[in-house]
């Protein structure tokens, strides 16, 4: 009974890895041969130190009976689980998450939808603030265009009112028979086109404030389809679920490899049945 540390600092991985190993004591020339051992899930707690009621042991090869012997073999398994042992994990390098000891592929993949899910709805937050300051500034551009735009309005409304009665006073007193060339028609026709000019510099103003907001309207429609298209893009990233996934392999360290036990025991068999050698009763 081994226990395998498996240690990747750049992948990420640090897995500990127990080891059950049966292997056969013979009577050939290399007694225990670890080539030979078969993977198990006994533990320390399965093994009993009395056989059952009734229960007859077979021989004891010579060779386990010697204790320099269990000293050689020891240093063997650990030496056998070096050569052997590997930890195959799977990788998603485009997350940075790696499998652990035992998860299948499917519950990897499960796990990793979670993880995109959630590395997603934060980079959309981080989308989300900063895309808004930059949105509430166009807002309140255009806010403060539109309370221009009114201004203007108002204003380009007073002055055509203002245009038109003294012109028409102008007018007025000429058809009603007043001196058509006295100073004071003159003074007033100057007045009233005075106030034309203003009246028209005043619609000149509304347009120039219409085309402010029209412009600030087209900055927001950009922005917003940049935003769109920022989220579009991170929900268009790789699917978790078909994803290609990375298969990587990590060796032990000699120094990682700790025999916890190494213990001679005798495997149950039932006698009499239809093998000359009996049944295996496990």
């Known amino acids: 009974m081994a226990r395998v540390f498996y240690s990747d600092t750049k992948a990420g991985v640090e897995e500990d890895d127990p080891q059950s190993l049966l292997c056969p004591i013979t009577d050939g020339p290399i007694p225990v041969d670890w080539d030979r051992a078969e993977p198990s899930?006994?533990?320390?707690?399965?093994?009993?130190?009395?056989?059952?009621?009734?229960?007859?042991?077979?021989?004891?090869p010579p060779e386990a009976g010697k204790p320099r012997n269990y000293t050689a073999w020891?240093?063997?398994?650990?030496?056998?689980?070096?050569?052997?042992?590997?930890?195959?994990?799977?990788?998603?390098?485009e997350f940075k998450l790696t499998s652990t000891h035992g998860e299948s592929e499917k519950n990897f993949r499960i796990r990793l939808v979670q993880v995109v899910r959630e590395a997603r709805d934060e980079q959309k937050e981080k989308l989300r603030q900063k895309f808004a300051p930059k949105l509430a500034a166009i807002q309140e551009r255009k806010r403060k265009a539109e309370q221009r735009l009114e201004v203007e309005q108002a204003q380009a409304r007073d002055s055509k009112l203002s245009t038109a009665l003294s012109f028409g006073g102008a007018l007025l007193g000429a058809f009603m028979g007043r001196k058509t060339l006295s100073a004071s028609n003159i003074s007033r026709a100057s007045t009233a086109i005075g106030r034309a000019g203003r009246a028209s510099k005043e619609s000149g103003d509304v347009g120039r404030a219409e085309d402010t907001i029209e412009a600030i309207e087209q900055q927001a429609a950009e922005l917003s389809a940049q935003f769109q298209a920022d989220l579009a893009a991170l929900d268009a990233g790789a699917d978790p679920l078909t994803m290609p996934l990375e298969t990587i392999v990590i060796k032990p360290k000699k120094s990682n490899i700790k025999v916890r036990a190494l213990v001679l025991a005798w495997m149950p068999y039932a006698v009499g049945g239809s093998s000359a050698d009996g049944e295996p009763a496990w």
Not at 41 to 60: C, I, V, W
Not at 77 to 92: C, P, Q
């Open 41 to 60: 899930d006994l533990t320390e707690a399965d093994l009993e130190k009395t056989g059952e009621p009734g229960a007859r042991f077979a021989t004891l």
């Open 74 to 93: 020891q240093r063997d398994i650990a030496d056998a689980l070096f050569k052997v042992g590997k930890l195959e994990l799977f990788r998603a390098p």
